[in-house]
């Protein structure tokens, strides 16, 4: 089993930026691909990104590219998403989610381990 835990939201103006963090604990940090959801109040939760244990294959939701990206430093267990030119659709909770091997999904109930949730948000 693997934890993970997410810090880094909180209140950002329009225009603004935040980087998540996601310190994982437990088995080993590089037997997981690693992806960020988010949801926001009444919707459904949406799939961000994700990145591969090596860091060689990334994937992001098409409405998302060039905003934000994701890293992760497996010599700390930590994943990131670095999110730029944030706006008010933007906020959400966001989680972290890990699923066993090298292939990423973008469907949610494919994650085996979650975060509780950060909270994002963006005022206008």
């Known amino acids: 089993q693997v934890q993970l835990a997410e810090s880094g939201g909180g209140l950002v103006q329009a225009g603004g930026s935040l980087r998540l963090s996601c310190a994982a604990s437990?088995?080993?940090?590089?037997?997981?691909?690693m992806a960020w959801f988010r949801q926001a109040p009444g919707k459904e939760r949406e799939f961000v990104s994700y990145i591969s244990p090596s860091a060689n294959n990334r994937y992001y939701a098409d409405s998302l590219k060039g905003r934000f990206t994701i890293s992760r430093d497996n010599g700390k267990n930590t994943a990131y998403l670095q999110m730029n030119n944030l706006n008010s659709e933007d906020t959400a909770v966001y989680y972290c989610?890990?699923?066993?091997?090298?292939?990423?999904?973008?469907?949610?109930?494919?994650?085996?381990?979650w975060g509780q949730g950060t909270q994002v948000t963006v005022s206008s």
């Open positions: 437990g088995r080993t940090f590089t037997m997981y691909t």
């Open positions: 989610a890990a699923r066993t091997g090298a292939t990423g999904r973008i469907l949610w109930n494919l994650y085996d381990y």
